[in-house]
């Protein structure tokens, strides 16, 4: 039980910010430590290019919208988002070449592999390197999985194309908040790497609310994707 306790508070911890996937309309919100996971694979093998430290965040905390639904605890709230990125580059090529890839790299995997709304891109290059840099390693997160039951949500979640799985970092992978003035679910899922992510999020969304009596609004949290 201690083991599983302290397993649980470490993938909470290493989540990082709670980031808005789509539009406030979507209710749908991703770990950063699965997005920035996404974003690394995308750029693992551009030549002459170390990806280093990466952040995503608000681009302007001004400029957020209300979500549609509750959302998880500590997310961020729908609006344009930052990426942020460090890295290295050898003098094979010019430097505006590989900032220009990385940039365009990154910009993509954000927003059509994952849907997140990004609007800013943020280059520092750290260092210049004398040979050309292995491609490396990509930590994949891998939260706390949730064995099927019989609750229909999670019934509903899982028949959707996409879904790799529930998962379960904030307590439960399906959670229902019944003291709001209208029932509010939220469920965690983990997303395969070959769907869009907030398509999968979408679809949860709605195959939820659809089944569950009252048809309540539903928030989709993804704490994984590969």
């Given at each position: 039980m201690t083991d599983r306790l302290t397993q649980s508070v470490r993938h909470r911890l290493g989540l990082g910010r709670l980031l808005p996937l789509g539009s406030a309309r979507d209710g749908a919100w991703i770990a950063e430590?699965?997005?920035?996971?996404?974003?690394?694979?995308?750029?693992?093998?551009?030549?002459?290019?170390?990806?280093?430290?990466?952040?995503?965040?608000?681009?302007?905390?001004?400029?957020?919208?209300e979500p549609v639904v509750p959302p998880p605890p500590s997310a961020l709230p729908p609006g344009p988002l930052r990426v942020s990125a460090e890295f290295a580059a050898t003098a094979d090529e010019p430097l505006p070449t590989a900032v220009a890839l990385?940039?365009?790299?990154?910009?993509?995997?954000?927003?059509?592999?994952?849907?997140?709304?990004v609007a800013e891109v943020d280059?520092?290059?750290?260092?210049?390197?004398?040979?050309?840099?292995?491609?490396?390693?990509?930590?994949?997160?891998?939260?706390?999985?949730?064995?099927?039951?019989?609750?229909?949500?999670?019934?509903?979640?899982?028949?959707?194309?996409?879904v790799a799985g529930l998962t379960a970092v904030l307590g439960q992978a399906v959670r229902s908040e019944a003291a709001l003035p209208r029932?509010?679910?939220?469920?965690?899922?983990a997303v395969d790497a070959d769907h869009r992510a907030l398509e999968v999020a979408r679809a949860v969304r709605e195959q939820v609310g659809r089944v569950l009596p009252g048809h309540p609004t539903v928030a989709v949290l993804v704490t994984a994707v590969g």
């Open positions: 430590e699965a997005a920035e996971a996404v974003l690394r694979r995308a750029v693992r093998e551009l030549r002459g290019v170390r990806l280093e430290a990466l952040r995503i965040a608000l681009a302007d905390p001004e400029s957020v919208h990385l940039r365009a790299g990154l910009a993509t995997a954000a927003t059509e592999l994952l849907g997140l709304a280059l520092t290059v750290t260092a210049l390197l004398d040979e050309e840099p292995e491609a490396a390693a990509v930590r994949q997160p891998e939260p706390p999985s949730v064995a099927a039951t019989d609750d229909p949500a999670a019934a509903a979640a899982l028949a959707v194309p996409g029932r509010h679910v939220q469920v965690e899922v």
